[in-house]
């Protein structure tokens, strides 16, 4: 069965960083592509990183690359996402999600339609 945990949420003030970690379970991190999401109050849900299952290959949005680092450990199924010098923008709900077609198997999509699976988010507040 596949199920992803988000974890790591929290409250943090401008300027600080966290790291919010998706455990996967039902198969393994070279099998799919992850992607990390995020949807703010009245906003559409948008893409902020993914990684590829091949290699690893790590995609950013535009608006987020330099902040957001994506990583994964495939000892411990987790793929994280380092998020510093965090503002109150970044504040949203993030979730990651699984996406087993993605090809070819070094691109990764921060696109949602691909993603069949989904964790249950984690609440990400920004503020002072």
């Known amino acids: 069965q596949v199920q992803l945990v988000e974890s790591g949420g929290g409250l943090v003030q401008p300027g600080g960083s966290l790291r919010l970690s998706c455990a996967a379970s039902?198969?393994?991190?070279?099998?799919?592509?992850i992607g990390w999401f995020r949807q703010a109050p009245g906003k559409e849900r948008e893409g902020i990183a993914c990684?590829?299952?091949?290699?690893?290959?790590?995609y950013y949005r535009d608006s987020v690359e330099g902040r957001f680092t994506i990583s994964r450990d495939n000892s411990e199924n987790t793929v994280y996402v380092q998020i510093d010098s965090l503002k109150p923008e970044d504040t949203a709900v993030y979730y990651c999600a699984a996406d087993f077609t993605a090809f070819p198997q070094a691109w990764c999509t921060m696109t949602p339609g691909p993603y069949d699976y989904w964790g249950q988010g984690t609440q990400v507040t920004v503020s002072s």
């Open positions: 990684i590829s299952r091949r290699d690893g290959t790590t």
């Open positions: 039902g198969f393994g991190l070279d099998t799919s592509a």
